[in-house]
Structures are given as C-alpha cells and as structure tokens.
C-alpha cells in the first residue's frame, strides 16, 4: 500500500507544485463593470443529473446549487444577499421588505413592511402581499408537503402545533394587513433573519401551490417566480383550476431548466439583483469532459461539474487561460470524524495525538493541491467567523505535515498508552476500523492515514463502502473513525455548523449527522443500541443554546469560543481542509460573480458577450 | 396464430413481473442505506424520517412494498399509466423520466441497428461471394477493427475529429427531432456510426459463415444444376436461409440496447435510457432502475416474438400454432 500511494503523492506533489507556482493570484476574476452588458444567454452545463433534493420545489429543495438558481433567478425573500463573494455576500439586505428590522420584544418580534410593486410571475400577475409569505411557511410547516429544513423556522410561535396538526395556523405569524407580516419567536434567535433568506421563505401563492398540496417535489416547473426571470413557459400554464395546471416547458426535473426574463419584475423593487442575461439555461451532460470542451468552444459558459485535472491545471496554468479560472471560498469543512465512544477515540489524548499526526497537507494533495482548499486548522471555516480565527491553529505543525514528536507528546497520558510511552500501544489500538468510501481520493486518503496513525501505534482495518455516509449515520454500527465527512453551511453562520454536528440531543438512530457523537448519553446509547464507552461523552449543549439566542457580534464570538472549546476540550474531528469553489468560464462570459450565500456563480449578476 | 401471439402476451407479462420481482429483491437486500435520508435534509429527524417513509411505503413489508409497485404499474398513479413511481434520487416522476428518455435511445438503437444490419449483411455477403480474395480480407480486417475498438474510444475519437477538428457534425448531445430534422441528423450520425461499427462486424462475420454454409449445401447444388443464375442461387435460396440466426441475434441485440447503451449515451451525452440505469444503479435509485428494467424486459419479450413471427416468413417450414 505504502510504495503506490508513495508514487501518486509524488505525482500530485509534483502537479500540485506546477499548479501553485504557476497559479498564484489565479482568483476571482470579477468585477469589470466596463465589460457587463445586457442581453444574451448564459449556458451552465450540468454534470450527470441536477441532483435537486426535492426537484427544485422550494419547499424542500436543499442543495446548495438550487439555492443559487432559486435565490439569483426565481425566488425573492423578504431579507436576502446582495449575490457577491466573501464577507459582503453574507450580510443580509432588504429585498422584498422595505427595510431589515431590528427585533423588538426582546428579540422576539420581528416586522416587515413588503415593497408595492413586488409581482408574481406570469400567469399570477399580481402583487406580493403578507399572506404569499404565510402560505410559504405553512407548506414548509406540513410534514406532508416534503420540507428538508423546517427545523430553522421552529423558533416561530405555534410553529409545531401546526406541523402537528393541532392548530389551523402558526399563531407566531401574523398578516395586520397585506403589506405587514410579523414573526413572533418562542426564543430569541440571533439568525432568524438568515432563515427567513432562505428559499423556502420566499412568497408563494396561494392559487398555485394549493394545487400541489400533499404532494413533495411537485411544486417545480410551475414554480411562480418573484424575481427577474421566470420558467420559461410559465406564461402558458393555465391555472383556472388544478386539472389544467401543467408543468411549464421551461424544466423537466431532468435535463433542462430554462430560464427567461420576467415581465412583471420591477427592477426598481430591487436592490441586488442586477439580470444581466436574457436567458438562462442550465442543461444537465452526461459527460464532464465533453461540458469542458464545450466550454472551451464556447457552446456552454460555465458548469456545475467536477473538472477534469488536465482542464483545472490548464487553466490554472495558462496565462491565456487564467481570466476564465475562478475561485472562491466554498464555506465548507473537510474532517476526519472520531467516534467518542469507541475506542480508542474514546480518549481524548488519542483524538489530540490524531489531529497532530495527520499530514493534512498529503490529504489535500491528494486532492489536487492548494487549488482545492486551504488547510483547516479548526472546525468551521474562518469566512463564517469574519477571519477572526485565522490565527487559531491549536495543532500546528511544520508545514501541516503532521508531527510524530508532538503527537506522542499529545498521547502521553492515555489509557491506551503504556508507561507513557507516547504509543497507543493497546490492543484497542489495532485494527480499528476505518469507514471509507469508494471516491477516487479516498484509497490516497486511507494511505495517507493509514501511514500516519502507525507513527503513533495506531492500525486500521479499512471499509471501503461506496456510498459510505448511511453507515456512519447510523450509530449504532459503532463506527470509530471515517474520513468521508464534509459539512458546508447552509447560510453563513456557525449554528449551521454546530447545530447538527455536535447537539446531542438530535442524535438519532438513522441519518444522524453528529457523527463523533459528541453529547451522547448512556440513556440515548441504550435506546439506539449504540455499543461502547457511553459514560462521559463531552456535551456542548448548553453552550449551543447560549450561542443561539445572541446576536452579533455576541454571536460570532460565542461560537468562537464554542470552536475553540471543541478543538481543545472535546476534539471531535481533525479538520482538515476548507474547500474552494472553482469555475471555469467560457470566453463569451464578459462579467463573473460569486454568490456566498450559495457558494455558486451569481447567476443573476454573470454577464455575456 | 392468435392463440399463440395470446399465450406469448402472457408470458411477457409473467416475465416482467418475475424481473421486476428480483430487481426489487437485489435493491432491497442490498446495503444501500435508507431511501428516506434522501429527501429528509441534511439533518433528518426522527419524525420527518417517518413521514417519508409512509409517504414511501418504506414502512412496510417488502413483499407490500411490492404489491403497491405492481399495483400502481397495473393501474397508474397520479402521473398516469403505467405507475411506476418517483425517483430516490431527485423526487421526478419516472414515468416522466423514462418518456423523456425513451425517444432519444429508440432512435439511437433504430439508427444504428438499420446501419449494421445493412452494412453488416452486404459486407457479409460480399466476403463470402468473394471468399479469399482481397476484399474479403480487407471486409474481415474492417470486421475485426469493429469488434476489437472499444466504442468509448471510438466515440471520443469521433467526436474529436469529426466534429471538434473538422466541423463536419454537430457533436455531442441529443436535440428533438422538432428542433429540425437537420440539427436531429447532424447529432445522431456519429453515435449511431460508433454504435453500429461494432455490430456490423459482428454481423458481417455472422453472414459471411452462415452464407458460406448455405452455400455448400446440396440444395444449392441443385439450383445451380438447374442453370439458376449465381445472383438468384445467392439472394434467393443461400442468404434467405442462412438469416434466421441473423434475425434472432438482431431481435435480441435491439431489445438489450434499449437498456443497455450506456457507453455511448455517456460518451455522446444522449441521456437515454440506458444512461438513466446507470445513475440509478451507482445511486441506488430502485424506482428508475426498475423502469429501466421493466422498459428492457419487455423490450426483449416483444422483440423475442417480433422474432419468432420473422422465423415464419424466412422459414416456410415454421408454422404457429
């Protein structure tokens, strides 16, 4: 195992070190107001399927690439982004309210006031009024209408007697009149402006989606845009009544979305989005390599697809190449993830001695290098912290190449290690097994760790399981350590990280996300037959719930610390890498942005040729 | 006749049932996670987890499971008949997803198999009239390139350079036939050329043998005794006889490629049918294999009749009853 992977560490070294020494300074190429112009149609190919989680119904609907269509191209919210890259792209603005309002009632209320002149799509053609916002969140309320993130809005007064069924509305929201909405929290919640940017919250109306009540997934290609382009198609659809309803030409689920200008849109209404192009069209391709030559030739413009090495290096290369290479941060962590219970994760010298021996910079080269990610030294990335943590780097070593001195030392005092040797030198140390999906990276990865534990005494017996995610989410197959897990945020701010990741109050028996277990209790390990060391698994609960209530820049800094707490007290994960987005964009595109919030292309801010 | 195309009706349908039956046996058993996760978010709950599995039926039974799957294909669900249901993978009807693919691969396969069967049969033909001479080496050598070139290489080769390099087609990917028959052409030239390049090797191997056999039997002795021209002893008594075995491979080679193009579908971004059982096969996504699987076994079944009722007119000694 040692001499191939030896041979393709080099070799990615050695692609890798072309790629940096060429690349430098390749970043975002954006921002040339003196090339925008308006018209044209933008191509995006998409690689194999569009891989929606609910067929682009807003609803559900929780991939990060339908985000950036929905919130760029189709869906407005009362608050949103302003569709740029870094920090300004997570500051949330105005968009279908008329200002963002301060909470009153100590954090509880919040009031918006909706802009005149905000209009459905063709063919609802008419004002957006209080009441579209209340039908939107009553759907994401409905177990039976598919929601995937509803577990956001449950600050919301009433919110779970109406999932429940035992109330006819959600009591925390109120509509005084067509242009007033007002929220009411059970909670203060620092975020809530963030969860009411999210697609889901955008107005829906009422005439439309009765139609597809019950029905997940259905209230897609006769989606009702509020925003500057809609299906193409929609226009057509006749929606007297619910039999006549058919699904717009403009998207199929699977090879098509088209997207054209909305007629009733009011730029004015707007202060974001800037609708650059006509049209939009984003056509799902078989073949990754094909979506680049076409790239190359200019029949697309841009992809939602993996890229081929040889076009990544091409274009991080080529100084001819370079202004169509971009990248940004993806706001997304790479970890390997220790189970507390089982040992020898069970000891946190060991977890220490692990984020010590691990040469994160082999993992990421294995990857492709510095272009793919930056070396993660904490848990969530420094953008959704403003930086602050940049410094923060609790298990430094040389060159992020791990270090067998400052493991040992990290191992000293474990239960595992005899003498105090510095080893994990027990028989729990051997033979651990290690879950691993069937990636192209994953055998380097499993190298690569594989080599490092045995610096310090620890062997795995490897699983490669393609697909490896429902086996570490479920945990009662006892999992010790996986280097699958990836986490990305869902808007940017760290509950979305640490919510999900360490509550161990969510733990559950199936598709449970908090993979280290951190918080686990011997009453939750007996009920999801979780077998083990269950007796003083670190919790962060109660951290989490006074993280929650703040607001910034009490917020940040609370999770600060909480990030802080978890790397050196409790040490879940060894972090190893935040990833970028890269795009690669053809020559007809004359005006590229990123989009944080959704970490995509800012769709309505791209302009052509 | 009636009787006989009745009873073989009913055996199709037995047989798409029994593989129906054994592809929903090999994804249930397989550990594959639970289905539900898919639409339950990045953070699931219990009770959202529960809703999805009722919605599923993934909270019964395997064998109710099953039954609702025959129930809804026997009589439709909302999306209409025959029901098969809605994709693990992104929630889309796949009845939609199969009548959005099933054009693209249909005319990939007609295509492709109309040019190997021609070029396959006349190459065929010509080797064996022309038995050891140059041009049946150079049409054997062809036949052997044919089998011996992978058709992913044949196809990435094509496309760059016949459509990349030269200009000459209009590359990959599949436009509808409304789009304008040109632009229709001008796309599917290459993956049916790719597609059928290996067949007709097969194929003309196949005729060339069968012919030559023929053409030693006695019975063509005796027409060319009886002063029948050469063409006639060739088109009339030798290649008649000697296409029943090209006729039943060709029926079968048809039905399988309705599920089981996938290479070129990939390789030319045609997204038919067989590209859709692929996704769901690496996705685990059973509802869009077993339409898949369903679309090929009745394929096979329709085509394996096509054949037999061919048999009769090739063969005058085979009767149905």
């Known amino acids: ?609 | 006749m009636l009787l006989y195309l009745a009873r073989r009706l009913l055996w199709t349908i037995l047989v798409v049932l029994v593989v129906m039956f054994v592809t929903f046996l090999v994804f249930f058993k397989l550990p594959n996670g639970d289905p539900a996760l898919r639409f339950a978010g990045k953070s699931p709950t219990t009770a959202s987890l529960a809703e999805i599995h009722k919605r599923l039926h993934l909270d019964k039974p395997f064998y109710v499971e099953y039954g609702y799957f025959v129930k809804n294909f026997a009589v439709g669900d909302d999306q209409g008949w025959p029901g098969l249901g809605y994709s693990y993978g992104n929630y889309v009807s796949v009845r939609s997803e199969i009548l959005e693919r099933a054009p693209r691969t249909l005319f990939l396969v007609a295509g492709a198999a109309t040019l190997w069967l021609i070029f396959g049969v006349a190459i065929g033909v010509l080797s064996a009239v022309k038995r050891r001479t140059w041009i049946d080496r150079v049409a054997m050598g062809f036949a052997l390139f044919g089998i011996s070139a992978p058709v992913f290489w044949l196809g990435l080769m094509s496309l760059f350079v016949v459509w990349k390099k030269l200009g000459l087609t209009g590359g990959s990917g599949y436009v509808p036939l409304s789009d304008g028959i040109g632009a229709w052409f001008s796309h599917m030239i290459l993956p049916w050329t790719v597609l059928a390049l290996l067949y007709i090797a097969i194929y003309a191997r196949l005729t060339r043998n069968n012919l030559l056999e023929t053409l030693g039997e006695d019975y063509i002795r005796t027409a060319r005794a009886k002063g029948l021209s050469e063409r006639t002893v060739i088109f009339k008594h030798g290649l008649r006889a000697s296409l029943s075995p090209i006729a039943t491979i060709f029926g079968l080679d048809i039905a399988l490629l309705v599920g089981g193009a996938i290479i070129t579908e990939s390789v030319f971004n045609i997204q038919g049918l067989g590209w859709l059982a692929f996704n769901g096969a690496i996705t685990q996504d059973l509802p869009s294999v077993l339409g898949v699987v369903i679309c090929t076994a009745t394929a096979v079944a329709v085509m394996n009749l096509v054949v037999d009722v061919v048999y009769a007119f090739l063969d005058p000694r085979v009767r149905y009853a």
């Open chain 1, 1 to 609: 195992m040692k001499k191939p992977f030896g041979r393709l560490v080099a070799l990615a070294g050695v692609v890798a070190a072309i790629v940096v020494a060429t690349a430098a300074g390749a970043t975002a190429h954006s921002n040339k107001a003196s090339s925008i112009k308006s018209g044209g149609t933008l191509n995006v190919g998409w690689e194999q399927s569009f891989g929606f989680t609910d067929n682009m119904d807003p609803t559900g609907e929780y991939l990060g690439d339908a985000f950036g269509i929905l919130d760029n191209l189709l869906v407005r919210t009362l608050v949103g982004y302003t569709h740029n890259a870094d920090g300004p792209g997570n500051a949330i603005v105005a968009d279908i309210a008329t200002t963002v309002p301060k909470p009153t009632n100590g954090g509880l209320t919040y009031t918006f006031k909706i802009k005149q002149g905000v209009k459905f799509s063709p063919p609802v053609n008419r004002q957006v009024t209080s009441a579209d916002f209340v039908t939107a969140l009553e759907r994401e309320a409905n177990p039976k209408d598919g929601a995937q993130y509803a577990f956001y809005y449950k600050p919301i007064k009433g919110w779970d007697a109406y999932a429940a069924g035992k109330a006819k509305s959600i009591s925390g929201i109120k509509t005084p009149d067509a242009s007033t909405i007002v929220f009411t929290l059970t909670t203060p919640t620092g975020d809530f402006l963030k969860r009411l940017a999210m697609p889901a919250a955008g107005p829906m109306p009422v005439e439309v989606t009765k139609c597809f009540e019950g029905q997940p997934g259905k209230y897609t290609a006769d989606l009702i845009s509020t925003a500057g382009y809609m299906i193409k198609g929609i226009d057509e659809v006749d929606i007297s009544s619910c039999a006549n309803i058919k699904p717009a030409a403009g998207y199929d689920g699977q090879t098509i979305l088209d997207v054209v200008r909305n007629p009733n849109y009011v730029k004015s209404t707007d202060p974001t989005r800037k609708n650059y192009v006509d049209e939009v069209k984003f056509m799902v391709n078989a073949s990754n390599v094909d979506i680049y030559n076409k790239i190359e030739s200019g029949q697309l413009d841009m992809a939602t697809s993996s890229i081929p090495p040889a076009v990544l290096k091409k274009y991080a290369t080529s100084s001819s190449k370079k202004q169509y290479f971009h990248q940004n941060s993806g706001d997304r962590t790479w970890y390997i993830t220790m189970n507390l219970t089982q040992a020898p994760f069970d000891d946190i010298h060991v977890r220490r001695a692990m984020n010590y021996i691990v040469d994160k910079d082999a993992l990421r080269q294995g990857w492709g290098g510095p272009t793919v990610g930056d070396i993660a030294n904490h848990l969530v990335p420094d953008a959704l912290f403003g930086g602050q943590l940049k410094s923060y780097n609790p298990y430094k070593t040389p060159g992020n190449h791990g270090s067998a001195a400052l493991a040992m030392k990290a191992m000293k005092g474990s239960k595992y290690s005899t003498g105090n040797s510095g080893m994990c030198d027990a028989a729990a140390c051997k033979n651990v097994l290690l879950v691993s999906d069937t990636r192209g990276v994953d055998p380097g990865m499993v190298a690569t760790l594989q080599q490092d534990a045995k610096k310090i005494g620890i062997t795995f017996k490897v699983r490669q399981i393609n697909g490896a995610y429902p086996t570490i989410q479920t945990p009662s197959k006892n999992v010790p350590i996986s280097e699958r897990p990836g986490w990305g945020k869902d808007y940017a701010d760290a509950l979305t990280f640490f919510l999900p990741l360490f509550d161990g109050r969510t733990i559950i028996a199936n598709g449970n996300t908090n993979y280290s277990l951190v918080g686990v209790t011997p009453a939750q390990c007996k009920t999801l037959k979780i077998g083990g060391n269950c007796t003083g698994v670190p919790s962060v609960d109660t951290q989490l719930d006074k993280c929650s209530v703040q607001i910034d820049p009490a917020r940040t800094t609370c999770y600060e610390n909480l990030d802080k707490y978890l790397m050196t007290n409790v040490v879940p994960w060894v972090p190893w890498m935040w990833s970028k987005v890269t795009r690669i964009t053809s020559s007809n595109v004359t005006h590229y942005q990123f989009d944080q919030f959704a970490t995509t292309p800012a769709y309505a801010m791209i302009s052509v040729k």
